[in-house]
């Protein structure tokens, strides 16, 4: 689908959120290539039989696997102890199959647009390192990374590497595919954290505790700031980390990360425009994805407010969180995220509805996606050339509705332009 370009054989190390959603998969040779970095320049050499191979065994080799199938299979032999407790499935179903269609509607937009503006983010990060890239190119990235870091055994770390070669092949360098993807997990962590403090103060139970939690971090910045400004105590505070960085820097094996990831901030010089946009996007990313959980939530008629809907998200994100085993938070987050909605109100059965029917389009309707994409991505000789070009096609074509829908639906209000090939009628 896309010209292969050799990506170097040392991606950095860091990754964002859900997301993060950034990228990963299972090609840490994509195209069937290794790299040789000579300064900036890369020479790639296809493999060969001399090469060092895995020599681990068989159960080494599948250990995150099959422990991550132990753990599923651990999860359901529990049912059968704890049925009593679990909601009705017919009535679950039946609350699922009369959900209001125009509310179904909103779910799939408004995942749609979470999901677009992280594609986004990205894009727009590389496009202040001086790189611009397609919108579809950058979709099918994203939604790609997205299923091999939510479905594969330490996917998260494989969907960096994944991301990062991507990025290179797209005709990034070292240096910006590497401040792309720390910079874009800090900046939606950072509104990660923001949404969660603001729905943490919205609700009257919780405003004490977050206001006791921030009051004493908030008093420290208050006071550090200033007393930073004072040249000696700034170097005793300081020292420390300029300590490790030049033991990084003296590690033979940790030095070209360090040096990487210390040229990575004097790539992307973004303005104010760039920063607010950054930001919004950012936003958009995790608010579009709560907006997904709210409208499964009225489409079954639970009836609960938004700040409610909030903490249950965030309970969710964090019960997943806890146990990484699970590919997806799969039975940890639709388990907190349902009693999060019974203990604002809503009965059991409709509350399961309501997660089942915002599981299904946000996570097994996007790791499919996200799987397409990734075949649409990938070059190697496991297709024929027939299949590649009918399944890039089944791609294009998903793809290039996902990016007619975040250009048009009010969660993504960030105007962009679009691809050459978009604005074609």
């Not at 999860?75 to 509310?103: C, I, K, Q």
């Not at 300029?242 to 990487?260: G, S």
């Amino acid at each position: 689908m896309y010209e292969a370009v050799a990506a170097p054989a040392d991606p950095p190390v860091g990754a964002a959120p859900h997301s993060v959603r950034p990228d990963g998969g299972g090609p840490f040779a994509a195209g069937g290539a290794t790299t040789a970095v000579v300064g900036d320049d890369e020479q790639s050499h296809p493999h060969t039989p001399d090469e060092p191979r895995d020599e681990r065994s068989w159960w080494r080799r599948r250990a995150g696997l099959l422990l991550q199938w132990a753990v599923l299979a651990a999860a359901v032999a529990t049912l059968p102890f704890v049925h009593d407790r679990l909601p009705d499935l017919g009535a679950m179903w039946s609350a699922a199959t009369s959900a209001e269609p125009g509310w179904l509607a909103v779910v799939v937009l408004a995942e749609a647009g979470s999901m677009g503006a992280f594609a986004r983010l990205q894009r727009r990060l590389l496009r202040i390192g001086g790189l611009r890239m397609t919108l579809r190119r950058a979709f099918a990235i994203t939604y790609a990374g997205n299923a091999l870091s939510t479905t594969l055994p330490a996917g998260p770390a494989v969907s960096v590497v994944y991301t990062f070669r991507q990025f290179r092949r797209g005709g990034a360098s070292a240096k910006l595919a590497t401040a792309v993807i720390l910079a874009g997990g800090v900046i939606t962590t950072t509104a990660y954290t923001v949404i969660g403090l603001v729905a943490l103060m919205a609700d009257p139970h919780a405003r004490a505790l977050a206001v006791t939690a921030l009051g004493a971090p908030a008093a420290l910045l208050l006071l550090l700031v200033p007393a930073l400004r004072w040249r000696p105590l700034r170097a005793v505070v300081t020292a420390p980390v300029r300590r490790a960085y030049r033991a990084a820097l003296a590690h033979p094996r940790i030095a070209p990360h360090a040096e990487q990831l210390a040229g990575a901030r004097d790539v992307l010089r973004p303005t104010a425009r760039d920063w607010a946009a950054l930001t919004v996007l950012a936003t958009l990313n995790w608010v579009c994805d709560i907006l997904a959980l709210l409208a499964a939530a009225r489409a079954v008629g639970v009836d609960v407010d938004p700040h409610g809907v909030t903490l249950a998200y965030f309970a969710a994100q964090a019960a997943g969180s806890v146990l990484p085993l699970l590919p997806g938070g799969l039975g940890a987050i639709e388990s907190s995220m349902a009693a999060s909605l019974v203990a604002f109100g809503a009965t059991l059965t409709p509350a399961a509805a309501a997660v089942g029917v915002y599981r299904l389009v946000s996570y097994w309707a996007v790791v499919g996606i996200g799987w397409i994409a990734w075949i649409g991505l990938r070059e190697g000789p496991r297709l024929s050339a027939r299949s590649r070009l009918r399944l890039a096609r089944t791609g294009r074509l998903l793809l290039d509705g996902l990016s007619a829908t975040a250009f048009n639906h009010p969660c993504t209000n960030i105007h962009l332009p679009a691809p050459a090939d978009a604005r074609r009628p």
